[in-house]
């Protein structure tokens, strides 16, 4: 399963109407963290297929739901369940941590 890339538009739909757990990755093409972060979601998406979804929202592509959700630094990865916000953290991590994220709010 590849990454799924949301904006404000379809946000509602796909991250809230969800019926997996929603991992939204708030990045941007010039931060550095995020895009180190960038093949550890991928190698997420194929680990957790079918268990979640692993989404990435472009901040400069779209800043509502940003602010919405109280992103101050990026990345930040949101954890969703149920349309309902469950957990964040912030900044790059190492696919250990970054794995052990996920399975904890699945």
């Known amino acids: 399963m590849s990454i799924l890339h949301v904006t ?3 946000f509602d739909a796909d991250i809230l109407k969800s019926d997996k757990p929603v991992f939204v990755d708030f990045w941007a093409s010039w931060c550095g963290p995020c ?9 997420a998406a194929e680990t957790f ?4 979804v692993i989404a990435k929202y472009d901040v400069d592509a779209s800043s509502e739901r ?4 109280g992103v101050r630094g990026i990345p930040t990865i ?11 953290r912030t900044g790059a991590c190492d696919q250990a941590t970054l794995d052990a994220f996920i399975e904890k709010n699945l």
């Open 49 to 52: 297929e079918g268990r979640a």
């Open 66 to 69: 940003a602010a919405e959700f």
């Open 35 to 43: 895009r180190m972060l960038a093949p550890k979601l991928e190698k």
């Open 8 to 10: 404000d538009d379809n």
């Open 78 to 88: 949101i954890a969703f369940k149920n349309g309902q916000v469950v957990d964040q």
